[in-house]
């Protein structure tokens, strides 16, 4: 098979590719190892950016997003038994988040994707990428049992974090940058309406608590648990409990409603920075190239970032011939990537509690939030950062 852009991966990252490139007239193949259904069901993001939620609609595919997306313009900062509201918009000229799930933009853009009758290839798993350096790049994979070649012009690898695409890279031109956290993230997904109107960000003695949701109707949460827990060592019960207690304030009013716990899991924390983000004709982007941990609900967002960057490079080089965009692909994404690669770092360790922190480290992360909220500039740079970089 032969096309012009070979896509790797069927996550946020290589779906919203395939579209940006159909709009703009570009063929592509899009490879996914997994099967359809399991690419819808997967649990993970729920915010997106106000400059993600404008993508997706001028892509073509925002009309259930338009519909079923909740549009957040605060979010709560809980410590010291208090509650903090973050007015988004009135700190960064008018910008908002949407909680719209991860699953639900999948789901949209196969829609859309299958709806044009372009190639998308579920159960084909790519095994490597060969020819990167060359005019003629290929990805073999394997596809209902048979290897085969999909010879392309350039190829993106949004194979996430565990994929193959990486390993293309020649290792004596790439630098990779890491750091992993002594914490995890123990998720729920419960049958009940949340129990506030926006998300609640709880730093407590006994670890970081968020407080998010999919829907008025479901209740997303995650508890921070040391590094190696497994969803089955707590019970539903204890679940709950420990939220109640992570999320306790002196407010009278404050009540967290419980509901049938319908899906646990564990997320690990970890940052990574793969460095460049191109060679030759083989480009990375989301989550193959980054990683950041989840608690600034960046992930996605740059996933976004980096196909746009990739989409609109490509485009200009195919109508004018162009070449600076594409050359300049890797330093563009890298600038925002670190960004929220900083912007996450320190959302996780002004909200986590270490399994070794210190009296002393306790203290900086209050004085932190009391910084953050009490100075209008310190909030600020907060909030732009939560409401995301422009493109
Ligand atoms: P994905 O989603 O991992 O998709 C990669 C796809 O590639 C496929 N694949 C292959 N296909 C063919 N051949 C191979 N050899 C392949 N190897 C892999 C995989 O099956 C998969 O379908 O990467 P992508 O597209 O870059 O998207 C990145 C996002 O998924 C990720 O950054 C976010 O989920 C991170 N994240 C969040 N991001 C946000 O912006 N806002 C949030 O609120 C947010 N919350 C989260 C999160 C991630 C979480 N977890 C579980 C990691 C909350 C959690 C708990
Ligand atoms: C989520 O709803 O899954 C979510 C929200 C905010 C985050 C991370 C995850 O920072």
Redesign the pocket.
Known sequence: MRTTVGI???????LLLARLLQNAGIAAVV????DREY?ER???????EQGTVDVLRAAGVGARLDREGLTHDGIELRFDRRRHRVDLPALTGGRSVTVYA?TEVCKDLIAARLTDGAPLLFG????AVEGAGTERPRVR?RHQRRESVLECDYVVG???????ARAAMPPALTRTYERTYPFA?L?ILADVAPSHDELVYAHSDRGFALLSMRSPSVTRA?LQVPEGTDAGDWTHGQIWDELDRRLEVDDPAWRLARGPVTAT?V?PMRSYVHEPMRHGRLFL????AHIVP?TG???????VGDVVTFARALTTYTRTGETALLDGYSAACLRRVWQAERFSYAMTTLLHRAPDATPFDDRIQLAGLDRVTTSRAAETDLAEAYTGFPF
């Open positions: 790797i991966g069927a996550g946020p990252a290589g490879l996914e190892s997994r690419v997967r649990q993970r993001a729920g915010i997106l991860q084909a798993e790519a095994l994979y949004c194979d996430g974090f565990w994929g193959v993230w998720g995650y899991s997320t982007a989301g989550d193959a989840p609900a960046k992930g996605l967002n740059l996933a």
